[in-house]
């Protein structure tokens, strides 16, 4: 009886601890760049214009923060930021797309719902059909060689948009352009 109890408390711990992190952004990161390209050479960056974040001919909020945020980044990173003649030049996109996800369970009915995902029912029972609607938001950040005009390096950065990071929409970047910054590999030339 004692070590039943102990199972149920560690299971139910263990399904709150995750449902915590659901509240969490999770972002798919992925970055590139080009191997035939020595970073070494590069010292200074600016930004591109204009950017692909501002297609409405103004500097945008999101555009400012993002700015702001990869500033930080590259400086960190023993990059300099200079009005001219830099070495590599910083574009963003940004996009909201709504997403459909379809998923199919057992149906399990008032009766057996104590289940709760744990385990299904008969194979004879017919399946649950549930359709889910969100918005995915996808944000790379482009290095270019300013001289031979040429992508060198990519980072992109793909999650569900929740309300929760829409009201902290300015947090949420900032650590989104951190995580992504972490998968560059380089520093600047000394």
């Not at 102990?6 to 711990?13: E, G």
């Not at 031979?148 to 929760?164: D, F, H, M, N, S």
């Not at 949420?172 to 600047?188: D, I, W």
Request: contains cysteine.
């Amino acid at each position: 009886m004692r070590h039943s109890m102990l199972t149920f408390t560690v299971l139910i711990a263990a399904v709150l601890a995750s449902a915590g992190c659901a509240t969490t952004p999770k972002f798919n990161l992925t970055s590139d760049y080009d191997r035939s390209v020595d970073f070494s050479g590069y010292r200074t960056f600016a930004f591109m214009q204009p950017l692909g974040t501002d297609t409405t001919g103004y500097e945008s909020l999101v555009t400012q923060t993002l700015k702001s945020a990869t500033r930080r980044e590259m400086e960190a990173r023993g990059y300099t930021l200079v009005e001219s003649n830099a070495d590599l030049l910083v574009n963003f996109n940004a996009k909201l797309a709504q997403q459909i996800r379809v998923t199919q369970m057992p149906y399990m009915g008032p009766y057996y719902g104590y289940r709760g995902g744990f385990y299904g029912g008969w194979s004879g029972y017919a399946n649950e059909t549930r359709v889910t609607q969100y918005d995915e938001g996808t944000l790379n950040i482009d290095l270019v060689d300013a001289r031979r005009k040429q992508l060198v390096w990519e980072g992109v950065a793909v999650g569900r948009i929740t309300e929760k990071l829409r009201e902290n929409r300015e947090a949420a970047l900032n650590s989104t352009v951190a995580e992504v910054f972490a998968k560059y590999p380089f520093r600047a030339a000394q």
